[in-house]
């Protein structure tokens, strides 16, 4: 299982950074996928998370309006959009997959991490 994360780097503030990731050794298409970020000091949080499909979406109230998850299950990929960037979004940034399956009684669930990109956002 491989989630290999791209596209971190140094932005100045109101500036944008597109995120990706790509996945393998487990069934993307039927897997959860999720942004997290963790900052020196703090605790790893949710940034945004995506559903199977791509049908549904979610984000973390402080990035609301300004980041976007999406992805390509033809291409195993889950990108994060971010924009409108603040200081306060510098973080090393992972991907995550829950990959779930099984048939009723034998059902499954595994996570999965990427090693982590650093995004640094500062004047």
């Known amino acids: 299982v491989q989630l290999v994360e791209s596209g971190g780097g140094w932005v100045q503030p109101v500036g944008s950074l597109r995120l990706s990731c790509g996945a393998s050794?487990?069934?993307?298409?039927?897997?959860?996928m999720s942004w997290y970020r963790q900052a020196p000091g703090s605790e790893r949080e949710l940034v945004a998370i995506i559903s199977s499909t791509g049908s549904s979406t979610n984000y973390a109230d402080s990035v609301k309006g300004r980041f976007t998850i999406s992805r390509d299950n033809t291409k195993k990929m889950v990108y994060l959009q971010m924009g409108s960037l603040k200081p306060e979004d510098t973080a090393v940034y992972y991907c995550?997959?829950?990959?779930?399956?099984?048939?009723?009684?034998?059902?499954?669930?595994?996570?999965?991490w990427g090693q982590g990109t650093q995004v640094t956002v500062s004047s």
């Open positions: 995550n997959a829950l990959d779930v399956g099984g048939p009723p009684g034998a059902e499954y669930q595994y996570e999965y």
């Open positions: 050794g487990f069934t993307f298409t039927l897997s959860e």
